[in-house]
C-alpha cells in the first residue's frame, strides 16, 4: 500500500457485510493486516483482471 497509515486512518467509513462476507474477508487476512489492507489487495487485483479482459 503506498498510502501511510496515517493517511488512511484519517477518515474512517463503515460499510456493512454479510456475516459470511465478513468470515471470507478475515480469511483473507494476513498477520498485521486490516480489513482496509485487504480491501486494497481486492481493489487493486479487481483493477489488474479488469485491464486483462
Do not use: F, Q, W
Not at 25 to 52: F, M, P, Q, W
Amino acid at each position: 500500500m503506498s498510502e501511510s497509515e496515517t493517511e488512511r486512518n484519517t477518515a474512517v467509513t463503515t460499510i456493512r457485510v454479510a456475516p459470511s462476507t465478513a468470515d471470507d474477508l478475515h480469511d483473507l487476512k494476513s498477520r498485521g493486516d486490516t480489513y482496509d489492507d485487504v480491501v486494497c489487495r481486492l481493489i487493486e487485483n479487481a483493477g489488474t483482471h479488469e485491464a486483462e479482459s
